[in-house]
Structures are given as structure tokens and as C-alpha cells.
């Protein structure tokens, strides 16, 4: 990734740039080259959505404390039997996301099977996908917790579409 970044860089330093903001998703290993620090531009570096390191500015959503919300939510409310539906997990936010649902669970002493989860892709397509997976594993399940908006109104077509009701037959909350 260094042979890619670098003339990227090069060509935003000729042009005298102050800054640079990287918007850039951080998926799997792509940002491995971040950790070298024989990178330096000299200019400040903000990298957006990135996990934490040390000494790198990053601005991000706080992706766990934001699954804990959610799943707060859905406790509040009565729901007990919760599934969720992920991000690809080799994205840093899914797995944020998906350790919350994980540890609300837990601290309200409720059962967490890898049954209760599936994994999407944060397209609408891959929620309708992920969704019909989760009624046939879950079959108790009265709410989810889902990773994005966009798999999450998927989830709300295919409530539709089987006769449920939102929230009185199953709650839904999208990140």
C-alpha cells in the first residue's frame, strides 16, 4: 500500500497543501502503511473513521459507545430476544458495532449464540439478505440491532412483507 499512498502524498505536497484530511475507509490490513512511521509529510495528517493509534489524529464515531445506545434502547423498551446484523467485519466499525451488541447482552445476562447475528455488507441488499437469514436462525427473535441505516430499512421491508409490526412485533434500531 506504501508504493500506492506515497505519490498520492507527493502530489498533494507539490501543490503546497497545509493539510490533509484522509477519508479513506480503513478495511482489513489498508492501512498498515499508517503504522510506518517513515511517513512523514511534514504537514498534519487527520485520518477519518480509523481505530485509535497513538499519535495520529483521527475523527471518528464513537462506533461502540453507539451500539451500546442502541442496545440500550432496545432493553429499554422490553426486548429481550435481540439479534444484529453487522457490517463486514473486516471493517473496524462493524467489529465496534458488533462487540457492543455483544457486551449489552452480556451485562443484562442475556444469551449471545453465533446463531443471533449475520453478517451484511452495509448495502440494502445485502440487509434483505441478512435479515431473512436471521428469522430462519433466530426464530425468536423480537428485535434487532442493525449496523447501518440502509440494511436496517431493509429490515423494515421484510418486517412488512411478513405481517410484522414495528416495534409491536419487532424492534428495529439502525446505526
Not at 506504501?2 to 492501512?31: C, K, M, Y
Amino acid at each position: 500500500m506504501q508504493t500506492i499512498t506515497l505519490p498520492i502524498f507527493q502530489a498533494l505536497l507539490s501543490r503546497h497543501v497545509d493539510g490533509i484530511i484522509w477519508a479513506v475507509p480503513e478495511i482489513g490490513e489498508n492501512r498498515n502503511w499508517v503504522k510506518q512511521r517513515s511517513l512523514d509529510p511534514g504537514i498534519p495528517i487527520v485520518y477519518l473513521t480509523m481505530e485509535p493509534q497513538e499519535n495520529i489524529s483521527i475523527v471518528s464515531v464513537d462506533n461502540y459507545l453507539g451500539g451500546r445506545m442502541a442496545m440500550s434502547h432496545l432493553l429499554e423498551q422490553g426486548f429481550r430476544n435481540i439479534g444484529h446484523i453487522s457490517g463486514p467485519l473486516d471493517w473496524w466499525e462493524a467489529r465496534q458495532r458488533i462487540a457492543a451488541w455483544k457486551d449489552a447482552l452480556a451485562d443484562a445476562g442475556l444469551d449471545c449464540r453465533d446463531e443471533f447475528w449475520v453478517e451484511g455488507k452495509w448495502s440494502s441488499s445485502s440487509g434483505s439478505q441478512a435479515i431473512e437469514k436471521l428469522f430462519e436462525q433466530y426464530p425468536g427473535m423480537d428485535a434487532v440491532f442493525v449496523a447501518n441505516d440502509q440494511m436496517a430499512l431493509s429490515v423494515l421491508q421484510a418486517a412488512y412483507r411478513r405481517g410484522l409490526r414495528i416495534p409491536e412485533n419487532l424492534g428495529v434500531v439502525g446505526f
